[in-house]
């Protein structure tokens, strides 16, 4: 996941603080892909053992 939010007219602490942000954003977005891609792979893998169909 990539964020841009450019920090502007701020001091070293400042930018690494929207640095930090942009990082934090980035990885709760991507740990919510994550959360639910295993949900689909653990109902794939249900509904191919006990006999349905997978759409």
């Known amino acids: 996941m ?3 939010l450019v920090p502007k007219s701020y001091g070293l602490t400042g930018a690494v ?3 930090a942000l942009n990082v ?3 990885a709760l977005a991507g740990g919510v ?3 639910m891609r295993v949900v ?3 109902v794939d893998t249900v ?3 006990s ?3 997978v759409i």
Do not use: N, Q, Y
């Open 40 to 42: 689909r792979i653990v």
């Open 17 to 19: 603080g929207v640095f």
């Open 2 to 4: 990539c964020l841009k």
């Open 33 to 35: 892909f994550l959360l």
């Open 51 to 53: 006999g349905k169909e």
């Open 47 to 49: 509904r191919i053992i």
């Open 24 to 26: 934090v954003i980035g």
